[in-house]
């Protein structure tokens, strides 16, 4: 095992912990796979049902004290989390960079990322806060107050395996809730690795059980937590399919859900935009992380005085991309997570190629160093909207290129798709500017001006709407979905009056 990975406390693979100790089980193994080389990075055993229902059970009395900890106090706890983080920021992102290749200076942007939530977790512990309201009523005082809420469920996909799991938990911990993840199982190493370093901090405040880990099979642990009332939200980052499942599952028991799913995220251009700009947004955003992102831009609406320009610099910036395992320099496209995505990529570019898109880059699998590994080409189709393919997210690197003559009509197109996620428009116009922000605009939940789709930061609230789930994690009042909200009215007074001047004397 590498030295760095022992650094992060693996010495020993194992699917749940509960209160501080990981639990022995005999589940299934499943290999974590190095997925620039193929190779084995090590192997865990997979969460059974009776393994969660001990890790929930030890989040359940964890919470009973949990929740009594002054919110500045638990910011404090969250605060040296950071600490932690910050010491294995280097370890840490090199596993995300080994279990889910993606670049390091993106596996360390990742766990910089959760450093970056612990921060902003600290400052909400002290400035969360409910509203004063007038009471109708003589001698009467009304207010919010906002409560912990209770377990929270957090479920991660493979392509942010620390980050939004932190966005979910760092503002649990403060809210004074009880986190029980369940990571992917293609990233079950950065998951245990996380856990441990946070475990240790909670551990030594006496709040072991806080923060729960169950890796196991989405039929074992993972259909139990979203069926299961302890827990009053789940979080789920993934696909739309899955989120309709959590979606169904978590209303069937007036839970409350917060999804962040599938996108389909376009960048438009228009004929004022400054090209060089958007070039390397749409390369960031297209062929970055491999397409993996939920973020990612998979559609381009180029308007036509520029399009033919601005697609031969757009492919010749694709020819000149190093593709490779992501540890390398210059690598600026790592692989696939796995053959299913492989497999899901030539599926889609042979399908638009059948429904009428012409293939003007990329569309082939690669051979990786030695013959192993899931690399792809990235791949520009020139397109319209009569192409079903490009209504679908393929989490790849696919672009989707359109034309258009006027930006209302660019918008229209880039609103007209199930998902709502996240959206940009390149222009010098402040008039197609403020329309593209404007109610007539993008009905997405992230808009950018003169930046990409992709690479949020964590202060503003992150989700977006239609199929994307309506969610809203991370920055500005996002916490609120952690807590429950209290409306309290005290009467100091010494008579009884009735709201909406009704009597009742006896
Ligand atoms: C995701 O892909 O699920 O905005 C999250 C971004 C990142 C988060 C992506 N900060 O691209």
Same mark, same amino acid.
Not at 18 to 29: H, L, Q
């Given at each position: 095992?590498?030295? +760095? &990975?022992?650094?992060?406390?693996?010495?020993?693979?194992?699917?749940?912990a509960?209160?501080?100790?990981?639990?022995?089980?005999?589940?299934?193994?499943?290999? =974590?796979?190095d997925?620039?080389?193929?190779d084995?990075?090590?192997?865990?055993?997979?969460? =059974?049902?009776?393994?969660?229902?001990?890790?929930?059970?030890? $989040?359940?009395?964890?919470f009973?004290?949990?929740?009594?900890?002054?919110?500045? @106090?638990?910011?404090?706890?969250?605060?040296?989390?950071?600490?932690? /983080?910050?010491?294995?920021?280097?370890?840490?992102?090199?596993?995300?960079?080994?279990?889910?290749?993606?670049?390091?200076?993106?596996?360390?942007?990742e766990?910089?990322e959760?450093?970056d939530?612990?921060?902003?977790?600290?400052g909400?512990?002290?400035?969360?806060?409910?509203?004063? &309201?007038?009471?109708?009523?003589?001698?009467?005082?009304?207010?919010?107050?906002? !409560?912990?809420?209770g377990?929270?469920?957090?479920?991660?996909?493979?392509?942010?395996?620390?980050?939004?799991?932190?966005w979910?938990?760092m503002l649990?911990?403060?809210?004074?809730d009880?986190?029980?993840? *369940?990571p992917?199982?293609? $990233?079950?190493?950065?998951?245990?690795?996380? !856990? *441990?370093?946070?475990?240790?901090?909670?551990? *030594?405040?006496? !709040?072991?059980?806080?923060?729960?880990?169950?890796?196991?099979?989405?039929?074992e642990?993972?259909?139990?937590?979203?069926?299961?009332?302890?827990f009053?939200?789940?979080? $789920?980052t993934?696909?739309?399919?899955?989120?309709?499942?959590?979606?169904k599952?978590?209303?069937?028991r007036?839970?409350? =859900?917060?999804?962040?799913?599938?996108?389909?995220?376009a960048i438009?251009?228009?004929?004022d935009?400054?090209l060089?700009?958007?070039?390397?947004?749409?390369?960031?955003?297209?062929?970055?992380?491999a397409?993996?992102?939920c973020?990612?831009?998979?559609?381009?609406? /180029?308007?036509?005085?520029?399009?033919?320009?601005f697609?031969?610099?757009?492919?010749?910036?694709y020819g000149?991309?190093?593709i490779?395992?992501? @540890?390398?320099?210059?690598?600026?496209?790592?692989?696939?997570?796995?053959?299913?995505?492989v497999?899901?990529?030539e !599926? $889609?570019?042979?399908?638009?190629?059948?429904?009428?898109?012409?293939? /003007?880059?990329?569309?082939e699998?690669?051979?990786?160093?030695?013959?192993?590994?899931?690399?792809?080409?990235?791949s520009i189709?020139?397109?319209s909207?009569?192409?079903?393919?490009?209504?679908?997210e393929?989490f790849?690197?696919?672009l989707?290129?359109?034309?258009f003559?006027?930006?209302d009509?660019?918008?229209?197109?880039?609103n007209?798709?199930?998902?709502g &996620?996240? =959206?940009?428009? +390149?222009t010098?116009?402040?008039?197609?500017?403020?329309?593209? &922000?404007?109610?007539?605009?993008?009905d997405?939940?992230?808009?950018?001006?003169?930046?990409?789709?992709?690479?949020?930061?964590?202060?503003?609230? +992150?989700g977006g709407?239609?199929?994307?789930?309506?969610?809203?994690?991370?920055?500005?009042?996002s916490? *609120?979905?952690?807590?429950?909200? @209290?409306?309290?009215?005290?009467?100091?007074?010494k008579?009884?009056?009735l709201?909406q001047?009704?009597?009742?004397?006896?």
């Amino acid at each position: 095992m590498q030295p +760095f &990975l022992t650094r992060l406390g693996l010495v020993a693979s194992n699917p749940g912990a509960a209160a501080g100790a990981f639990i022995d089980t005999k589940g299934r193994e499943v290999a =974590s796979v190095d997925p620039a080389t193929g190779d084995v990075i090590a192997s865990v055993r997979l969460a =059974s049902r009776a393994d969660y229902e001990t890790v929930v059970a030890a $989040a359940e009395k964890a919470f009973v004290k949990w929740r009594m900890v002054p919110a500045p @106090q638990r910011g404090e706890i969250v605060r040296q989390i950071a600490e932690a /983080l910050r010491a294995h920021k280097d370890d840490l992102g090199r596993l995300v960079t080994l279990e889910v290749g993606k670049l390091l200076s993106e596996g360390l942007g990742e766990v910089q990322e959760g450093i970056d939530v612990c921060d902003y977790a600290v400052g909400l512990s002290r400035s969360m806060a409910g509203l004063t &309201l007038h009471s109708e009523r003589p001698n009467h005082r009304m207010y919010e107050q906002w !409560h912990p809420l209770g377990l929270v469920g957090v479920i991660t996909a493979f392509n942010f395996p620390h980050a939004v799991w932190a966005w979910n938990s760092m503002l649990g911990l403060v809210c004074g809730d009880a986190v029980v993840w *369940k990571p992917s199982i293609k $990233a079950p190493l950065t998951a245990i690795a996380t !856990h *441990k370093i946070c475990e240790e901090v909670l551990a *030594k405040h006496g !709040h072991s059980g806080v923060f729960g880990l169950v890796i196991g099979e989405d039929k074992e642990v993972g259909e139990a937590m979203i069926h299961d009332h302890r827990f009053p939200l789940i979080s $789920a980052t993934g696909s739309t399919r899955m989120g309709k499942i959590v979606g169904k599952a978590v209303a069937e028991r007036l839970g409350r =859900s917060l999804l962040e799913l599938g996108g389909n995220n376009a960048i438009i251009v228009n004929k004022d935009a400054d090209l060089d700009l958007a070039l390397r947004a749409v390369a960031f955003g297209a062929v970055g992380t491999a397409g993996q992102r939920c973020t990612s831009t998979r559609r381009l609406y /180029l308007h036509e005085d520029i399009a033919d320009t601005f697609l031969t610099r757009l492919v010749k910036v694709y020819g000149s991309i190093k593709i490779g395992n992501p @540890q390398e320099d210059g690598v600026l496209c790592g692989p696939l997570i796995d053959e299913d995505a492989v497999r899901m990529y030539e !599926h $889609a570019v042979k399908t638009a190629q059948e429904q009428g898109g012409k293939l /003007l880059y990329g569309g082939e699998r690669l051979p990786g160093g030695a013959g192993k590994g899931t690399y792809v080409k990235p791949s520009i189709v020139a397109c319209s909207e009569a192409i079903a393919m490009s209504r679908e997210e393929t989490f790849a690197p696919i672009l989707y290129v359109f034309r258009f003559k006027d930006v209302d009509d660019a918008i229209d197109r880039n609103n007209a798709v199930v998902q709502g &996620l996240s =959206s940009s428009m +390149f222009t010098d116009s402040f008039r197609a500017a403020e329309t593209f &922000l404007s109610a007539r605009g993008s009905d997405c939940g992230i808009a950018n001006i003169n930046i990409g789709t992709s690479g949020a930061e964590i202060g503003g609230a +992150f989700g977006g709407e239609k199929e994307t789930g309506g969610g809203r994690e991370s920055g500005s009042d996002s916490w *609120k979905a952690y807590m429950r909200r @209290q409306t309290c009215t005290m009467n100091w007074g010494k008579d009884l009056p009735l709201a909406q001047g009704v009597k009742f004397d006896i």
